[in-house]
C-alpha cells in the first residue's frame, strides 16, 4: 500500500510530464476568447479534451457548461474541481478578439487548463485506486456578469434564470451530487506572494436601467423634447451623491455604465440604456444599497418629466471559504512555493459566483499570482504559465488526494462538520426575492 507521499508523487510527475500540453490549452483558450453563455467553441474544445482522456461527461449545462467524472468505483463524498468558460470583454487587449474585444483579462484560461491538469494526475497510474468517493470536473460558464441586456433576452426567453453560471449549475441540479468544490483564479497582485488564498467578496446584484424621453429636433426644437439622456446623467450625479452615506465596512461599490446614449446627435436623446452593479460585503449591504439606487434613477426621469424601466436582476452571494479545506490546501502549497510565498487573504470588493456555492457546501478559491498588469485591464496577461498552470493544478490535486484518501476520512469529516448557511430551496428563494421589475413615471 503506498503512503500518501507516494501517490501524491505519482500524480504531480503525471502532471509534469504533460505540462507542455496543459498550457498549451490554456493558451489555445487565450487566443479564443468568448463572453458567458456564448463559450461555443471553448466548450467543444473542452469536451473534446475531456474526451481525449477518457473521461465521461455532459455538455449543455447552463447553455455551455460541461461537468465530467472521476469515480473511484469505492463509496465517498463527491469533490468539484471546477474552471471557468468565459472571458471578459476588454477593449485595446492585446489578446482580444478584434470583432468582439472578448479578452482573457482575468486568466480564466489558466482556470480550465489547471481542471484538466488535476485530472491528468488523479487519471495516473494507481491513484485513483487509492482514493475513494467521485471527483467531478466542472467547466461553467459566464462566471464574468457582463452583456446584462444580452444575458436578461436569454432570461426573458426561457434560456436561463439567472445570469451566472454557477447559480444556474445550482438551480439545474448540477451540483446536488456534490459536496465541496474548488477552483484557482490567477491573480496579478505582486503583494500576494505566489499563492494567496482564504478571505472574503463582495455580493452583488445587476440592474438594467432604460430612461425613455421624446425625440424632437435637437437644434431646431429641444424644448418639445424630453431628453433621456439629462435623465440619466441627474441619475448618475444622484448615484453620486449618495456615496457619503454608505458604511466603510460595508464595502459598497457602484459603477454604472451608459450602453446607449441616444440615436443622433441631431435627435433629442429619447431612449437611453444604462447597467450598473450593486456591490456590497454582505445580502443586507448590496440590497440596501439596490434602493439607493433605485431612488437616484427614479430622480432622473423625475426631474426632466420622463420615465425609466427598472430591470434588478440577482447576482452572486459573499463567498467563504472552509478553514479544514484551507489548512489542507495550505500545506501542499507550501511544499510547492514554500511557506514565506503564501499570504492569507482579507476582504476583496470582486464579486464571484464561487460565494454562490459557498452557501450550500465547503468551497476553497485560491489565486496563483501568476500575471502582470490591472485585473480586468487590458494589461493584464498571464506571464508565469508553469505557477498560472501547473502548480496551480498541483496545489489542488493533492488537496484531493488528501480528502479522499484513507477512505475519504477527511473530506467526510469536512462534509460533516460544514454548516451551510443556507439549503438550496433557501438559496433559490433568495435569489428570486432579488429579481424586481418596475416602470416609474414622474
Known sequence: MPTIKEIKSTALKAIDSSSSELIGVAQ?????????????KTSRYV?????????????????????????????????????????LKVLGHPHADPETAAAHACGHHCQVAMMLGVATGLKAVGVLDHLSGRIVLIAVPAEEYIEVEYRDELR???????????????????????DMAMMTHTSANAEEGKIAFGGTNNGIVAKRIQFLGRASHAG????????????????????????????????????????????????????VRMETYVRGKSVEAFLSASEKVDRAL?????????????????????????????????KNAAQLVGQENLVRLNHRTGSTDMGDVSQLMPVIHPYVVAAEGIGHGSDYVVTDYEL???????????????????????????????QAPMTKAQYLALMRSMFKEGSYTQ
Do not use: C, W
Not at 28 to 40: A, S
Not at 52 to 77: F, H, N
Not at 256 to 268: E, F, K, L
Not at 299 to 319: E, H, W
Open 28 to 40: 489555445h483558450i487565450l487566443n479564443n476568447p468568448e463572453p458567458g453563455f456564448r463559450e461555443e
Open 47 to 87: 469536451a473534446g479534451k475531456l474526451r481525449e482522456m477518457g473521461i465521461s461527461y455532459q455538455d449543455g449545462i447552463a447553455i455551455t457548461g460541461i461537468k465530467g467524472v472521476l469515480d473511484t468505483g469505492r463509496s465517498g463524498p463527491t469533490v468539484a474541481v471546477m474552471g471557468e468558460l468565459d472571458s
Open 156 to 178: 426573458r426567453q426561457g434560456k436561463i434564470e439567472f445570469l451566472g453560471g454557477k447559480p444556474e449549475f445550482i438551480r439545474l441540479g448540477a451540483l446536488d451530487d456534490v
Open 220 to 271: 431646431g426644437a429641444p424644448h418639445a423634447g424630453v431628453n433621456a439622456l439629462n435623465a440619466a446623467m441627474i441619475a448618475l450625479s444622484a448615484i453620486h451623491a449618495q456615496r457619503e452615506t454608505y458604511r466603510d465596512d460595508d464595502t459598497v461599490r457602484i459603477h454604472p455604465i451608459i450602453t446607449q446614449g441616444g440615436v443622433a446627435v441631431s435627435s433629442v436623446p429619447a431612449d
Open 298 to 330: 427614479r430622480a432622473g426621469a423625475m426631474a426632466v418629466g420622463g420615465s425609466v424601466n427598472i430591470t434588478t436582476l440577482p447576482g452572486y452571494l459573499p463567498i467563504q471559504s472552509d478553514e479544514t479545506m484551507l489548512g489542507i490546501y495550505e
Open 388 to 418: 498560472g498552470v501547473i502548480t496551480g493544478a498541483k496545489a489542488m490535486a493533492m488537496t484531493v488526494i488528501d480528502l479522499l484518501s484513507d477512505d475519504a476520512r477527511v473530506a467526510q469529516q469536512v462534509k460533516s462538520e460544514y
